[in-house]
């Protein structure tokens, strides 16, 4: 079965953070229906990773890896994103939640965040929102 929804980085972080609304919500969803994007883990590893995060951090975003499927960026998900350039004001400093969106429009997933107006310009796309 291929996930409905896609988690961005918002969500990951929060639910790696130990916050307890998003892991509320991802807790009704079944683990076959989500997925990461793989620019999200690389994004959040990344983050882990520097100076002064904590290691549990690291840690719970690992374990988040290993328990829910992490998409690659495609041919798909490549051409989505220029297409969908072609149809909105490009910003670089939003790039990569653009790239994500592209990524949920080709693959026809919903995406799921906690800051749904980093994706209010973007036409096609399936969004849900978790913020408070």
Do not use: H
């Amino acid at each position: 079965m291929t996930p409905r929804y896609l988690l961005d980085a918002s969500v990951v972080f929060a639910a790696a953070s130990g916050e307890m609304a998003t892991l509320a919500k991802l807790s009704r969803l079944s683990i076959s229906d989500v997925a990461i994007p793989a620019l999200v883990y690389c994004e959040l590893v990344g983050g882990a990773a520097t100076a002064g995060k904590s290691p549990r951090l690291a840690e719970n975003v690992a374990l988040l890896a290993q328990n829910v499927d992490i998409l690659p960026f495609d041919r798909a998900a490549a051409e989505a994103y220029a297409a969908l350039l072609r149809k909105i004001e490009p910003k670089r400093r939003r790039m990569l939640d653009r790239m994500v969106a592209a990524q949920a429009i080709a693959e026809g997933r919903i995406l799921i965040t906690l800051a749904p107006r980093d994706f209010e310009d973007l036409p096609d796309l399936s969004l849900e929102s978790w913020a408070v």
